[in-house]
């Protein structure tokens, strides 16, 4: 049977009939989940999220109910709610779909949370680069507020919670959960140091905080709606629910893809149409910048966690947390970069090297000083100036980075460089050995020159 | 320091939401922004004395976020995704193409004042690139073709004569 979609979150998205206000959201059986939930005791809810086994979908995959499970509810302190909406991982771009049309499942997933967890006040955290976003969920929580779906006593629940619109300004560092809450009390949004590990003790204005990702509070309606069980049952064990891929790079068919259980193969092979003509794949980045990049000829050999050995072609690995970590990366925010025989991979490397030299937000030394060297470098060796020594100089640097910093931003120069060497060796050490044309090596000029 | 009358009052409304005064810096500053196309030594000032913090505090946002500028930003503002997903379908051609059709190079600002070009970093639409950001409007799957239509877009921005792309 060809591969599928599986449509829970995105159901309705690209229907043309289907708009962002409250009267379309209602015809289509919105705000039933929450007035279901309402009728519920917090404490039943959370405990229906947990047998889900929703895991969060912003990029580590933590069980979200296990992050509601770490909230304080003995500090007498007020507990508070952010949805983490500052998508920006490269290759991520699921979030923006859901803000911008269909926000009021989003506002009712955040409800549903909130009143679960004696929320006393909800922010949305937006990236700035979705003003309209931004515009589109206030309108959207105008319109259920004035339903009494959101702010005080909702449904007649004698429950009430806000929720406060909050614009970033163009940080990529803020979507790291407590860099976030320094900058929404703000300050400068410098990660924390850890422990406290989570937020769910010591979050905001020190006080308990659950901070979940977009598509992670839009599940939590449809768990309710069907039940932690019947929701556990969709997906593989362990990976349950569906989840949204972000598919970008040299496919026929970029765009988002909601699916329950393909391989890597069937999603580019079936429900992207392929590779753009007489082109082959060379390598896929399956999650998003950060993740280590999988290379098309190699074999992924290893051992499950419940003991089954696997020995798989690229086209063989399952799209899930799992199934891409036992490929030896990770599935982080869903954002599927695909490469073909085009690409100059080390241009590639020094793209993502100038992002994280750009985002690094400078408080711990590996990661501001590291982030701009590995770029640099990079830069220097695809613009006609390697040398030999560069692949061994680049992972020297790399290596000293993650695991040494506040923050897993580390990762973010570590992975990428470790991994693109590690795999395409050749190309790198081939570069000291090249005299470059004007576009690299590649088809597309990946830099600034 | 002079601000719109309508600024004002958005500021006013907004500042007794939040349930710390602190967490409405970044709001401010947006609508200060907004207000005055950049963010002045005074701007730094007011804010502060509205917040009841030092200006050093509102001073090293101002200097850490990308989005906020002390200097005048252009009448139009561009920004063209240069990340790896918009550059693998040739983001820096069609940056480069925009340069020479808008005669201005990336990351300046026009003498005139009438735009701002640059590249941005992952505007989050990874499967539409390469994609451009004129002020609110995204652009989307720009081929290098495109980039007139674009350019001219964003020339008649500058003279008033196009509102924005949804409400026109």
Redesign the interface.
């Known amino acids: 049977m060809p591969a599928e979609e599986r449509r829970i979150i995105l159901k309705h998205v690209d229907d043309p009939e289907y708009t962002v206000d409250l009267d379309c959201y209602l015809r289509h059986g919105g705000y039933a989940a929450l007035k279901q939930a309402l009728a519920m005791k917090p404490e039943e809810i959370r405990s229906e999220v947990e047998a889900s086994g929703l895991r969060g979908r912003g990029g580590a995959g933590f069980p979200c109910g296990m992050k509601w499970k770490f909230v304080d509810r003995r500090s007498g302190k007020?507990i508070y709610l952010i949805c983490n909406a500052d998508?920006?991982?490269?290759?991520?771009?699921k979030?923006?779909k859901i803000i911008h049309s269909d926000p009021h499942q989003l506002i009712e997933g955040m409800m549903i949370s909130a009143y679960a967890n004696d929320c006393v006040?909800a922010f949305i955290y937006i990236?700035?680069?979705?003003?309209?976003g931004a515009r589109i969920l206030e309108k959207a929580i105008a319109e259920a507020r004035e339903q009494g779906f959101v702010g005080d006593d909702m449904g007649g629940s004698g429950y009430g919670c806000?929720i406060?619109v909050?614009?970033?300004?163009?940080?990529?560092i803020c979507g790291e959960e407590t860099a976030l809450i320094e900058?929404?009390?703000?300050?400068?949004?410098y990660p924390r140091i850890k422990p406290p590990f989570y937020p769910a003790t010591l979050g905001l204005?020190h006080c308990p905080t659950i901070v979940n990702n977009v598509e992670t509070l839009c599940n939590v309606c449809h768990i309710v709606a069907m039940g932690g069980e019947a929701y556990a049952k969709i997906g593989r064990p362990n990976n349950s629910g569906t989840r949204i891929w972000?598919?970008?790079?040299?496919v026929q068919r970029?765009?988002?893809y909601e699916v329950e259980k393909v391989t890597i193969g069937e999603m580019i092979n079936e429900l992207c149409g392929g590779m753009r003509p007489g082109r082959q794949l060379k390598a896929v980045?399956p999650g998003g910048?950060t993740m280590k990049i999988l290379r098309a000829d190699e074999r992924f050999q290893g051992k499950l966690p419940d003991g089954t050995e696997f020995d798989w072609a690229i086209d063989d690995i399952p799209l899930d947390f799992d199934g891409v970590a036992a490929a030896g990366s990770q599935s982080g925010s869903a954002?599927m970069?695909v490469?073909d025989d085009t690409?100059d991979i080390p241009e590639?490397l020094a793209?993502?090297n100038?992002?994280y030299a750009?985002?690094s937000?400078g408080q711990c030394t590996p990661c501001r000083e590291g982030s701009l060297w590995v770029k640099q470098i990079t830069q220097r060796m695809c613009s006609g100036g390697a040398r030999k020594e560069d692949v061994d100089l680049l992972l020297s640097i790399a290596g000293e980075v993650g695991g040494r910093t506040i923050c897993p931003f580390g990762f973010s120069i570590t992975w990428p460089v470790e991994s693109y060497i590690g795999k395409f060796r050749e190309e790198f050490e081939a570069k000291a050995d090249q005299a470059e044309n004007e576009n690299g090596n590649g088809e597309?000029?990946?830099?600034?020159r | 320091m002079k601000l719109k009358s309508e600024t004002c009052e958005a500021i006013d409304k907004l500042i007794p939401?939040?349930?710390?005064k602190?967490?409405?810096?970044?709001?401010l500053?947006?609508l200060v922004q907004g207000d005055q196309g950049y963010i002045s030594s005074e701007g730094i000032e007011w804010i502060a004395e509205k917040?009841e913090?030092a200006p050093i505090?509102v001073y090293?946002?101002v200097t850490?976020?990308?989005?906020?500028r002390q200097e005048k930003l252009g009448k139009v503002h561009v920004?063209v995704c240069?990340?790896?997903?918009c550059?693998?379908?040739?983001?820096?051609?069609v940056a480069d193409r925009l340069a020479e059709a808008l005669d201005c190079p990336l990351n300046t600002t026009k003498a005139n004042g009438d735009f701002t070009l640059e590249?941005?970093?992952?505007?989050?639409?990874?499967?539409?690139?390469p994609v451009v950001?004129v002020d609110?409007d995204l652009y989307e799957k720009v081929c290098e073709k495109d980039v007139d239509g674009v350019a001219d877009t964003i020339l008649a921005k500058v003279n008033g004569s196009v509102e924005n792309k949804?409400t026109a």
């Open positions: 007020p998508e920006s991982e490269p290759g991520s771009f979030d923006r006040l990236r700035e680069e979705f003003p309209k806000n406060i909050h614009r970033g300004a163009g940080a990529y900058s929404l009390e703000g300050k400068r949004p204005y972000c598919l970008s790079g040299h970029p765009g988002l980045i910048g954002g970069m490469l690409t590639a793209n993502i100038a992002f750009h985002e937000c597309h000029r990946l830099i600034e | 939401q939040y349930p710390v602190r967490s409405a810096v970044l709001p500053l947006h917040l913090l505090n090293e946002l850490f976020y990308p989005y906020f920004r240069r990340t790896l997903s550059a693998l379908v040739g983001a820096y051609d590249y941005a970093e992952c505007l989050a639409s990874c499967g539409s690139g950001l609110e949804e």
